[in-house]
């Protein structure tokens, strides 16, 4: 299938996308998972994703980093914000810099699962 | 003489030890017992005796003189005389040494206590008089001292652990959330997996329960109130333990870490828990200190009967006004509600009760460091 849709997972916490690469592939997307903010930049340079899901505390670029960068160069490209470190102010911040959803952690799988979905139509 | 110097003889001749070990309980019922102990010769007493030897010398002369016939100008009053000059030359100089003396040495005392070291006052007469009275006072004194300064020590502790919670809570988020799903993988997935890929998940709930674990020990760990024990400690190992409960704060300040340490640090005498403290506040502050990121050293050498740190930042420094004033408590140039003021104060009073110095040199906009010395345990000191 040429035109699945392509996902990024981005989390410091490597568990995270060894557990949503296989629900969101069998929902039909083309997922690619990184654990370092740097080289997920490097690969948003090349190419552009539908959805990306990604941590905010991160060694590196913050996810707030990754969610300017991506409101400048690729609009229309849906962020969703998952982070352990769930305060009305950086909620505020990443819906203020473009976050389609804010989810705290701990998630439930089917949760974001459905939230990508949605944000990929 | 300089005032530390007669400070540092006041405590040598009270005969306790150069490092002093963190204060207990008992140190204090030992010091009053042996206080107690001496025999009682009042300062009362020995007036009245005095003035009792006075009396009777002037008697004998009055007698001498008149018994003699010739006036007082004859031979044997004058010899008299002179035994009358002599006596009270000897009367005054012992009173100026039964008053002078303690008087310098309580003005020792006040020097050490004024700079944090609330060891009790141990004899250092034979004797006992009104001025161990005071030293009696003063014990109790210090008892009640040494008592509200580890309850500040715990608030100041507790205050640290609240500006860690969030950082916290966000790590133990992590392994919660991991556990989280991948029991739901396990859930959803159980008839589709292979017993190797359900071992593997199983694994991995283990070990993010161990994580988890860690996490909320770390943080129990630092704010228990142990049995305050002086021990042997390696403070290579308390640099450690202590960077570990801060590698969240560092990772999101982008700040490294590094150590320089020689292979063999020998130990230091003191409480691990109020150590970790001390570094946990330079390494806070430090990180305070570099908000676009930046490096905290710690460099360790062992010098002659110490070990001394040099924990460095390369921060935006204190500025020169400022500088004299950082160990001050309840100074703060934090916005309010941010800071207590109490963190390198409390830093500095625990360096001085495991018997050690702190100092800072700061550099505006190129970092500061603080330099510690604490003395060595005892039975390495020779090294």
Avoid at chain 1, 34 to 40: D, M, R, V
Avoid at chain 1, 81 to 101: P, Q, W
Avoid at chain 2, 196 to 213: N, S
Wanted: hydrophobic share 45%; glycine share 8%; charged share 25%.
């Amino acid at each position: 299938m040429a035109d699945r849709k392509r996902v990024m997972v981005l989390d410091d916490e490597p568990i995270v996308g060894e557990r949503l690469r296989p629900v969101l592939e069998r929902e039909g997307f083309e997922v690619e998972v990184f654990t370092e903010s740097e080289g997920a930049l490097q690969r948003l340079g090349e190419t552009t994703f539908s959805v990306i899901v990604t941590d905010i505390k991160m060694k590196g670029p913050s996810g707030l980093d990754i969610l300017r960068f991506v409101k400048e160069t690729a609009p229309g490209t849906a962020v969703i914000v998952i982070t352990g470190y769930a305060t009305i102010e950086t909620r505020h911040e990443a819906e203020a810099h473009g976050a389609c959803h804010f989810v705290a952690k701990p998630f439930k799988m089917k949760d974001i699962a459905r939230l990508v979905a949605k944000a990929a139509r | 003489m300089s005032r530390q110097e007669r400070a540092a003889m006041a405590a040598d001749e009270s005969g306790a030890p150069a490092a002093a070990p963190p204060h207990q309980g008992h140190e204090f019922a030992e010091a009053r017992r042996a206080l107690l102990a001496r025999p009682r010769i009042s300062i009362r007493l020995r007036l009245a005796v005095g003035l009792f030897l006075c009396f009777l010398l002037c008697a004998a002369y009055a007698w001498t003189s008149f018994s003699a016939g010739s006036g007082p100008v004859g031979g044997s009053p004058m010899l008299l005389l002179l035994v009358l000059l002599v006596a009270f030359t000897v009367i005054i100089v012992l009173f100026d040494r039964a008053l002078m003396g303690p008087i310098r040495r309580f003005a020792g005392y006040t020097q050490r206590i004024s700079q944090g070291d609330f060891r009790p006052i141990v004899p250092s007469r034979w004797y006992r008089d009104e001025f161990t009275d005071l030293a009696m006072a003063v014990n109790q004194m210090l008892e009640e001292l040494a008592s509200q300064q580890r309850h500040i020590v715990q608030a100041a502790k507790l205050t640290t652990v609240g500006t860690l919670t969030s950082g916290i809570a966000h790590e133990l988020n992590n392994p919660l959330n991991n556990i989280a799903i991948t029991t739901e993988t396990l859930m959803e997935d159980l008839p589709r997996l292979s017993d190797a890929e359900k071992w593997k998940l199983l694994e991995d709930i283990y070990f993010e329960t161990e994580r988890a674990g860690e996490i909320v020990k770390s943080l129990l760990d630092f704010t228990r109130e142990e049995r305050r024990e002086s021990a042997p400690v390696d403070l290579a190992e308390v640099v450690e333990s202590t960077r570990r409960i801060l590698q969240n704060e560092l990772d999101l300040a982008n700040v490294s870490f590094r150590t320089r340490f020689p292979a063999r640090l020998p130990p230091v005498r003191g409480e691990r828990n109020p150590l970790r403290q001390v570094f946990l506040n330079l390494f806070l502050n430090a990180i305070h200190a570099m908000p676009e990121g930046g490096e905290i050293e710690v460099a360790a050498t062992a010098v002659p009967g110490m070990v001394c740190l040099d924990v460095r930042d390369t921060g935006s420094g204190i500025p020169p006004e400022v500088l004299p004033r950082i160990f001050d408590p309840f100074f703060t140039t934090k916005e309010p509600g941010r800071g207590t003021g109490l963190g390198l104060s409390v830093t500095q009073s625990i360096v001085r009760k495991h018997g050690g110095e702190i100092s800072v040199s700061s550099e505006l906009g190129k970092g500061t460091t603080f330099h510690l010395c604490f003395p060595l345990a005892a039975g390495v000191a020779g090294e």
